[in-house]
């Protein structure tokens, strides 16, 4: 648990589509890995070595120098859960509920703000910055504001004061009635569509208050960050952020593809927490990344395909750096059908970070008690 006088924030970045661990965090004295990737394979003398045994992708270099080299990074090897998914959809839907073995309602972050924020009095308690809202932060009764550009963001923005804009929602809602009905749904909605204009009128400020020496990369997820950024900066409740990266379902072109892809994060990251520092805002701020699943140890002539086995990132000031579970072997006999065998239940990981970072009783909110990591 934090010993700042700020509340501790979560930053989660979401690596959709199923992020090659392997090619990630690359086990580059292993024969296996070349045997089995003749193609993706990151050659030995282009590695970034962490140690021995594994080296880290060349463009995550940037990441290493800036977090890892100074303590502040956690890799958590071989993450997943029991009877590993391979949909897209269903994996990543197991992760946002904690729900393996059935389809789940509510989502674990949205959980933990609904305990953060008993009282559901700040709208901006959770803010996700992004298209659409993560099953993991959705709960109903549960305000959470989904932005999708914070600089451009805002809800029937065109229609001047509360009354008018209350009257343009009712007339939307009636609209829908015949198809969706009334009662408990409608209200849902209702009260959804004031919450998200509730939180773009107050979100406005974000942008207007900020000011900064860092010059972010113009692209989706740096401008998210930069987003996030600008809401933690201007102190307006938030515990919780949220977004997305994509996309990482590398099956053809995996080599330029994931390099693209790592090139813009890792920067994106590094840009992110100077400009928290840059204006003392670093100290209360950890930073999740996760993916649904990691890829097939075999390589398929010009990518990789759904495997398990992932890993999972967690950074920040207050974070204890170093590896954390154990890496899976790549021996074929050791291998799950072909995939990295999972060796660490991702709800452990979810509560370290609820318990540990943000205070909260992991126990509901993951669905029982796992093993927790020493990263907070």
Known sequence: MTTSTKDPVLV???????????????????PNYYDFRPVVSIPQDEVVPIDSQLAFHPSVSPMKAKFWDTGKMALIHGVGYPNPNRSHFRSMDIWHTCEPEIMGTEGWLGR????????????LTGVNIGPSLPR?????????????????????TGIEGETARNHALDVFSRMYTPAVGSGVVMDY????????????????????????????ADNSIAQALKGIAQVHLADLGTRVFYCSHALYDTHATQVPDHKKLWDDLAP???????????????????MLLFTEFGRRVRDNGSGTDHGSGGGSFVIGDP?????????????????????????????????????????????????????QLDVI
């Open 136 to 156: 993991a932060m959705a709960v109903p009764g549960v305000p959470v504001t989904s932005v999708a550009n914070l600089e451009q963001y805002g809800v029937l």
């Open 319 to 371: 974070v204890k750096g170093g590896m954390y579970g154990r890496y899976p072997s790549l021996k074929a006999e050791d291998q799950l059908d072909g995939d990295l065998q999972f060796n660490y239940d991702f709800r452990g990981l979810y509560s370290t970070i609820l318990e540990r970072w943000l205070g909260l009783d992991a126990k509901p909110l993951v669905g029982g008690r796992f093993e």
């Open 189 to 216: 909605l209702a009260q959804t569509g004031q919450d998200i204009l509730k939180g773009a009128d107050i979100l406005k400020v974000a942008p207007a208050k900020y000011s900064s020496t860092v010059e972010y």
């Open 112 to 123: 933990a703000i609904r305990d953060l924020d008993t009282a559901s009095e700040n709208v």
């Open 12 to 30: 989660v970045i979401q690596l959709s589509g199923a992020n090659d661990y392997m090619n990630t965090v690359i086990p580059y004295t292993d």
């Open 268 to 286: 994106a990251v590094c840009n992110f927490y100077d400009d928290l520092r840059e204006h003392e805002g670093s100290e209360n701020v950890i």
